[in-house]
T-cell receptor, first 113, second 113 residues
Framework: GAGVSQSPRYKVAKRGQDVALRCDPISGHVSLFWYQQALGQGPEFLTYFQNEAQLDKSGLPSDRFFAERPEGSVSTLKIQRTQQEDSAVYLC???????????FGPGTRLTVT | AQTVTQSQPEMSVQEAETVTLSCTYDTSESDYYLFWYKQPPSRQMILVIRQEAYKQQNATENRFSVNFQKAAKSFSLKISDSQLGDAAMYFCVRSGNTGKLIFGQGTTLQVKP
């Protein structure tokens, strides 16, 4: 079956622009996670959804970051007024059960110029 | 802080030989999961092996096996009969509360032909 997909794969934004990153989880996966991965580092947790409910957003670095999953499937991570420090790969992962393994998408590489 | 530590930033192994990647972690939880994930240069994160903390038996998955020492909070990965396709960054990962994953800094594995 299809894995986790993310779009766009690459995004270049000018500082101050808003961006929206999309994640399509594996069909039927209840849990969805967003992570931020800086170059050469391990991913860091941003936020977690169970169905449409955002149960943990403790990793969002500022109020410029916002995530939603309105129908419990597709999720969007929005970054407002992008800054250079937002440049990273944003990974989405989904899971059928917690705290079992998560299946990752290919990521969106965001470059803020 | 509840962290995961990989003290080997880079490792190399000759093709067909065996290599062990080290990992230690910190947690106050009694039940949790540990994982090794692999991230090839294409950046798709792939699950290599999973260990449930309540199980004493070390997990194995074909050429991959772990040495799980719960009291010492140690979780190493052994790769036997290394292949060129094993070259990647390997992350030691612990499940946290709400199911989020906590990643180590990663170990880049080079496989020499």
């Amino acid at each position: 079956g299809a894995g986790v997909s993310q779009s766009p794969r690459y995004k270049v934004a000018k500082r101050g622009q808003d961006v929206a990153l999309r994640c399509d989880p594996i069909s039927g996966h209840v849990s969805l996670f967003w992570y931020q991965q800086a170059l050469g580092q391990g991913p860091e947790f941003l936020t977690y959804f169970q169905n449409e409910a955002q149960l943990d957003k403790s990793g969002l670095p500022s109020d410029r970051f916002f995530a939603e999953r309105p129908e419990g499937s597709v999720s969007t991570l929005k970054i407002q007024r992008t800054q250079q420090e937002d440049s990273a790969v944003y990974l989405c992962a989904s899971s059928l059960l917690q705290p079992r393994e998560q299946y990752f998408g290919p990521g969106t590489r965001l470059t803020v110029t | 802080a509840q962290t995961v530590t990989q003290s080997q930033p880079e490792m190399s192994v000759q093709e067909a030989e065996t290599v062990t990647l080290s990992c230690t972690y910190d947690t106050s939880e009694s039940d949790y999961y540990l994982f090794w994930y692999k991230q090839p240069p294409s950046r798709q994160m792939i699950l290599v092996i999973r260990q449930e903390a309540y199980k004493q038996q070390n997990a194995t998955e074909n050429r991959f096996s772990v040495n799980f020492q719960k009291a010492a909070k140690s979780f190493s990965l052994k790769i036997s009969d290394s292949q060129l396709g094993d070259a990647a960054m390997y992350f030691c990962v612990r499940s946290g509360n709400t199911g989020k994953l906590i990643f180590g800094q990663g170990t880049t594995l080079q496989v020499k032909p």
